[in-house]
């Protein structure tokens, strides 16, 4: 058969094209273990105090207790809530450090869409599965693991129902821009539907509509909580000054919000999940697997109530010792 060799030949170039289409390498984690300076990447998606505190807790962490010889170098760049921002501060973070970590969802999942090689934290992420950072909570992608914080929401419905026993409505303001968000705010409806509650969602794709909005579910709610949202939180003086126009309790879920004038919440110390992100990223420097470093779930909290905003509300604290007491507010 004269055209069997040429047969052959194209035989064998189409295994090599569909084995080239089929192979997908593992991409490889780079180990720092030996390196004398590591260069950490920290891209936080946009001030305000519980990000901000995140940030530090994480930095000062990461420069405690270097083993002899260690260097930390520190990048810090905030994209304050720009998407366009967060897609070219991923970039070059990417490109000029050994790993990277992102505070708040968009900006972890801006540097895990950038790299897929380079180890990538998440903190301050709620619904890391949700969010495609990662398939399951039980083991962290090729690149990418870190905290999972989720909202302490038995206990957030405990305090509200302690605090406000003839609450029947619940609004919930929050950003639909967020993926974050969405499934928080599922959760919560669910579980507070559950305790007889009637849930108002309020999704306002920008800053720009939340004075509306809040002036609007004011007239309608007995309460109003807010989820672990960071456009609603780089807003919450606006969001508390409405509110206290209208007479009405917000439960946010980080207590840097109820010191600037929140009712109560249940909330994670935002520094010391910077401290465990660090702890993390320790322990990949000291030679561990990214693999073998498991996403953690933060899901517990301390109840925290303002006093000052309750007394301005006219709502009576109970006699309890399962919260902690602010006697301050923002004025």
Request: some cysteine; aromatic content about 4%; overall charge positive.
């Given at each position: 058969m004269k055209n069997k060799p040429l047969i052959l030949t194209l035989f064998a170039l189409v295994c090599l094209v569909l084995g080239a289409i089929w192979y997908?390498?593992?991409?490889?984690?780079?180990?720092?273990?030996?390196?004398?300076?590591?260069?950490?990447?920290?891209?936080?998606?946009?001030?305000?105090?519980?990000?901000?505190?995140?940030?530090?807790?994480?930095?000062?962490?990461?420069?405690?207790?270097?083993?002899?010889?260690?260097?930390?170098?520190?990048?810090?760049?905030?994209?304050?809530?720009?998407?366009?921002?967060?897609?070219?501060?991923?970039?070059?973070?990417?490109?000029?450090?050994?790993?990277?970590?992102?505070?708040?969802?968009?900006?972890a999942q801006a540097l895990a869409h950038t790299t897929k090689e380079k180890p990538v934290f998440m903190?301050?992420?709620?619904?890391?599965?949700?969010?495609?950072?990662?398939?399951?909570?039980?083991?962290?992608?090729?690149?990418?693991?870190?905290?999972?914080?989720?909202?302490?929401?038995?206990?957030?419905?405990?305090?509200?129902?302690?605090?406000?026993?003839?609450?029947?409505?619940?609004?919930?303001?929050?950003?639909?821009?967020?993926?974050?968000?969405?499934?928080?705010?599922?959760?919560?409806?669910?579980?507070?539907?559950?305790?007889?509650?009637?849930?108002?969602?309020?999704?306002?794709?920008?800053?720009?509509?939340?004075?509306?909005?809040?002036?609007?579910?004011?007239?309608?709610?007995?309460?109003?909580?807010?989820?672990?949202?960071?456009?609603?939180?780089?807003?919450?003086?606006?969001?508390?000054?409405?509110?206290?126009?209208?007479?009405?309790?917000?439960?946010?879920?980080?207590?840097?919000?109820?010191?600037?004038?929140?009712?109560?919440?249940?909330?994670?110390?935002?520094?010391?999940?910077?401290?465990?992100?660090?702890?993390?990223?320790?322990?990949?420097?000291?030679?561990?697997?990214?693999?073998?470093?498991?996403?953690?779930?933060?899901?517990?909290?301390?109840?925290?109530?303002?006093?000052?905003?309750?007394?301005?509300?006219?709502?009576?604290?109970?006699?309890?010792?399962?919260?902690?007491?602010?006697?301050?507010?923002?004025?």
């Amino acid at each position: 058969m004269k055209n069997k060799p040429l047969i052959l030949t194209l035989f064998a170039l189409v295994c090599l094209v569909l084995g080239a289409i089929w192979y997908q390498p593992k991409p490889m984690v780079k180990d720092l273990q030996h390196q004398s300076v590591i260069r950490v990447g920290i891209l936080q998606l946009v001030t305000h105090e519980a990000l901000d505190q995140i940030c530090a807790g994480t930095i000062a962490e990461l420069k405690a207790d270097l083993p002899k010889g260690k260097q930390i170098h520190i990048e810090v760049l905030n994209a304050e809530g720009d998407q366009n921002k967060l897609q070219t501060m991923s970039k070059q973070l990417v490109s000029k450090n050994d790993l990277v970590i992102g505070i708040a969802t968009p900006a972890a999942q801006a540097l895990a869409h950038t790299t897929k090689e380079k180890p990538v934290f998440m903190s301050a992420v709620s619904d890391p599965v949700g969010a495609k950072l990662v398939t399951n909570l039980g083991q962290p992608r090729s690149n990418v693991t870190g905290l999972a914080t989720q909202l302490p929401i038995t206990k957030t419905l405990d305090l509200m129902q302690s605090l406000l026993p003839q609450l029947k409505t619940i609004g919930v303001l929050y950003a639909s821009s967020e993926d974050n968000s969405a499934s928080q705010v599922a959760a919560f409806t669910q579980k507070a539907q559950a305790r007889g509650y009637h849930v108002k969602p309020y999704a306002v794709p920008s800053t720009n509509e939340i004075a509306t909005t809040m002036t609007v579910l004011a007239q309608s709610v007995d309460a109003l909580f807010i989820p672990q949202d960071n456009t609603i939180a780089s807003a919450f003086p606006l969001v508390v000054k409405i509110a206290q126009a209208q007479q009405l309790p917000v439960f946010p879920s980080v207590d840097t919000m109820v010191k600037a004038g929140g009712l109560a919440c249940v909330f994670q110390n935002q520094y010391q999940l910077g401290v465990k992100s660090a702890k993390q990223v320790k322990q990949l420097i000291a030679g561990k697997k990214l693999k073998d470093i498991p996403i953690e779930v933060v899901d517990d909290g301390q109840a925290l109530v303002n006093s000052q905003v309750a007394e301005a509300l006219k709502i009576p604290l109970p006699e309890s010792t399962n919260y902690q007491r602010l006697s301050t507010a923002a004025h």
